[in-house]
């Protein structure tokens, strides 16, 4: 079945670092990608997507770029602030209607 | 309703008691998901209802695990003879469609088993 494989946390930064999470998905066909959010005390929330091959997500600076060659849809972000800090779930849509979520990352960022 | 509503918030249950947990989704929204999410972990698919039929329920771990739809708003997860390892919190989603970027997912419901 379709699985999700995302960099292990937690992660730290200080304020202004540049941030990587990596993330390398397997399905059959041509799934659509996304990086939901969960910040503390808040449900999941839908930070980008990219629903083919090439597709660049973007929100709140964050971007991911969905590569079929490497399977893989890393999340970047130039400038991380104290309020980015959260749990990042890298996240699949196949054929079956369901999210195949990775195991999530912390992202703690210090001022 | 503006989003996605589950009660209670926070459920202890005494191991082989019977639990219901409540999903409220937005009002017209065809699709509705549930999902398991243990501590430290992704969410992990249970079931899914287009409507009142459900469509997919390959994700319940076992027969003790049970979800309805019956007027195609409201769904209620229920669990019988609840056991540790059900402790989780159960997040309910819904859709206009069955389409991942179309989700809106609730805050969930913590359910632990003691």
């Known amino acids: 079945g379709d699985s999700v494989t995302q960099m292990e946390g937690p992660v730290t930064l200080s304020e202004e670092a540049f941030l990587t999470i990596n993330c390398t998905y397997t399905?059959?066909?041509?799934?659509?990608l996304f990086w939901y959010v969960q910040y503390p005390g808040e449900g999941l929330q839908l930070l980008l997507k990219a629903t083919k091959a090439d597709d660049k997500g973007s929100n709140k600076g964050f971007e991911a770029t969905y590569r079929k060659e490497t399977t893989s849809f890393h999340l970047e972000k130039g400038s991380v602030q104290v309020s980015d800090s959260a749990v990042y779930f890298c996240t699949s849509s196949g054929s079956a209607r369901q999210l195949t979520f990775g195991s999530g990352t912390q992202l703690t960022v210090l001022p | 309703g503006a989003g996605v509503s589950q009660s209670p918030r926070y459920k202890v249950a005494k191991r082989g008691q019977d639990v219901a947990l409540r999903c409220d989704p937005i009002s017209g929204h065809v699709s509705l998901f549930w999902y398991q999410q243990a501590l430290g972990q992704g969410p992990e698919f249970l079931t899914y209802?287009?409507?009142?039929?459900?469509?997919?329920k390959s994700g319940l771990p076992s027969d003790r695990f049970f979800a309805e739809r019956p007027e195609g708003s409201v769904s209620t997860l229920k669990i019988q003879r609840t056991q540790q390892e059900d402790s989780a919190v159960y997040l309910c989603?819904?859709?206009?469609?069955?389409?991942?970027?179309?989700?809106?997912f609730g805050s969930g419901t913590r359910l632990t088993v003691v």
């Open positions: 989603a819904s859709s206009l469609e069955g389409q991942g970027y179309g989700y809106t």
């Open positions: 399905a059959t066909g041509y799934p659509s």
């Open positions: 209802f287009q409507n009142e039929a459900q469509l997919d």
